[in-house]
């Protein structure tokens, strides 16, 4: 059982690395992001609750998020492990985890922490926003993002580090390069 918190800014890369490790290591890949997209195409009452938090940039409240992770988690076929994109985001959400994956006799084996610097997190955002239709790419929400990133987000770093299951990952080189180094990282803990 292997499971992996894969960590980082807005547009660090971490939906794209999510997809190349679920497939290569057989896990499934849990994206907090994905789940309140859905909610929100599909009108539900949490999508329509979350709906101005995602666009104007901040987080949507733990208990929320607690939830549906929890409920995700069950319904998840067993496979190798989960990887987590986007989960957690804040030390609460953290502390959830950690007693979610215990009471369930699991644990965290590691975060990859994909480092990138806001210039750059900035020009993939705007890049894809031409394309992704997503409410939360534009120059504005962009903007705000970063910032909750490092006021709110970040910190949950030190909480890994302490427990010394710490990654970083140099995550602005390409995208097949990132996952050689991701998959150096996973192949060693194995
Ligand atoms: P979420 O969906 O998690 O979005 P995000 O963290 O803002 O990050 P993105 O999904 O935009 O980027 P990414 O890191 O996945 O990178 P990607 O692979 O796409 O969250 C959205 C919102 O939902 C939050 O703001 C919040 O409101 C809410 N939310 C979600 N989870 C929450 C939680 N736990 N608590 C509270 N609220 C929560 O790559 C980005 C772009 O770069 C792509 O175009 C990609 O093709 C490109 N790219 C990737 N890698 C490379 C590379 N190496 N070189 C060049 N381009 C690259
Ligand atoms: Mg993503």
């Known amino acids: ?3 992996i918190v894969i960590f980082g800014g807005p547009g660090s890369g971490k939906g794209t690395q999510s997809a190349l490790i679920a497939e290569k290591f057989g ?3 849990l994206s907090t992001g994905d789940l309140l997209r859905a909610e929100m195409t599909a009108g539900t009452e ?4 979350v709906q101005s938090y ?5 987080l949507v409240p ?3 998020i607690i939830n549906i992770l929890s409920k995700t988690i069950d319904s998840l076929k067993d496979k190798n492990g989960v990887i987590f994109d986007g989960f957690p985001r804040t030390i609460a959400q953290a502390e959830a985890l950690e007693e ?3 009471s369930r006799k699991k644990s965290i084996a590691m975060l ?3 480092q990138v610097t806001d210039e750059v997190l900035q020009q993939r955002m705007l890049f894809r926003s031409k394309t992704s239709g997503r409410s939360d790419d534009n120059p504005e929400t962009i903007m705000k993002r970063i910032e909750v990133y490092h006021e709110i987000t970040a910190p949950v770093i030190e909480y890994y580090k302490n427990k010394g299951l710490y990654q970083p990952i140099p995550g602005t080189g390409t995208v097949e390069g990132t996952f050689a180094e991701i998959s150096r990282c996973i192949s060693n803990y194995k």
């Open 46 to 49: 949490l999508g329509k609750v």
């Open 1 to 3: 059982m292997l499971n």
């Open 54 to 58: 995602i666009s104007q940039g901040n």
């Open 112 to 114: 990859l922490d994909l």
């Open 27 to 29: 896990l499934e890949h």
């Open 62 to 64: 733990d208990k929320w």
């Open 100 to 102: 979610i994956l215990g």
